[in-house]
């Protein structure tokens, strides 16, 4: 039986006694037995995923994840952003910001960067909807500036959703290293 068929196998048995049954005649465990305890379940389900991961990757235990590089961008990629003459959100400067970089290997900045940034230099302002929920919506300056809002429709029904003109997504995007700083404090 090689490596991988022992794992394959031992992961057959995990699963078996996570689900409550015996592995080694397949009735199932009685209740009031420590197997069927909520927490063991849960910890045997937990094991199994490791195991399936191992198996995935070939009987290799899968390495851990490697902490991303800060966002860094350097001014011959920023040159390839590409703006948009129709107003667009925040998340769509971020993902066309992404896209320009390796992403795979460094943070990516997101659209609460972005947000957070600009309600501290008061382009943004938060207001609590009736549900308590806080909503960000353009102060006059940001307004001056050409963030707005509209109403669109989504699966959910209407809602608003704040963009960015031509003139305010450069503003954003000349103000990266202000937004980066903020990021990194």
């Given at each position: 039986m090689t490596e991988l068929e022992?794992?394959?196998?031992?992961?057959s048995f995990i699963d078996k006694l996570a689900n409550g049954i015996n592995p080694l005649n397949d009735?199932?465990?009685?209740?009031?037995?420590?197997?069927n305890n909520v927490r063991i379940s849960r910890c045997m389900f937990?094991?199994?995923?490791?195991?399936?991961?191992?198996?995935?990757?070939?009987?290799?235990?899968?390495?851990k994840k490697v902490k991303k590089l800060p966002f860094e961008i350097m001014p011959e990629q920023l040159e390839m952003f590409t703006y948009s003459d129709?107003?667009?959100?925040l998340s769509e400067i971020a993902t066309r910001l992404k896209a320009l970089i390796d992403a795979?290997?460094?943070?990516?900045?997101?659209?609460?960067?972005?947000?957070?940034?600009?309600?501290?230099?008061?382009?943004?302002?938060?207001?609590?909807?009736?549900?308590?929920k806080k909503k960000k919506y353009p102060t006059e300056m940001g307004e001056s500036l050409g963030i707005s809002t509209e109403t669109r429709q989504g699966m959910y029904?209407?809602?608003i959703v704040v963009v960015y003109n031509?003139?305010?997504?450069?503003?954003?995007?000349?103000?990266?290293p202000s937004v980066?700083?903020?990021?990194n404090k």
């Open positions: 022992k794992i394959e196998y031992t992961k009735m199932p465990v009685p209740e009031g037995e420590l197997l937990y094991v199994s995923d490791i195991l399936r991961q191992v198996i995935e990757n070939g009987g290799i235990k899968p390495q129709t107003p667009i959100p795979e290997n460094m943070q990516s900045l997101t659209y609460k960067d972005f947000a957070a940034w600009l309600i501290d230099i008061g382009m943004l302002k938060e207001i609590e909807n009736s549900e308590g029904g209407e809602h031509r003139e305010a997504q450069q503003f954003v995007i000349d103000n990266l980066i700083a903020m990021k």
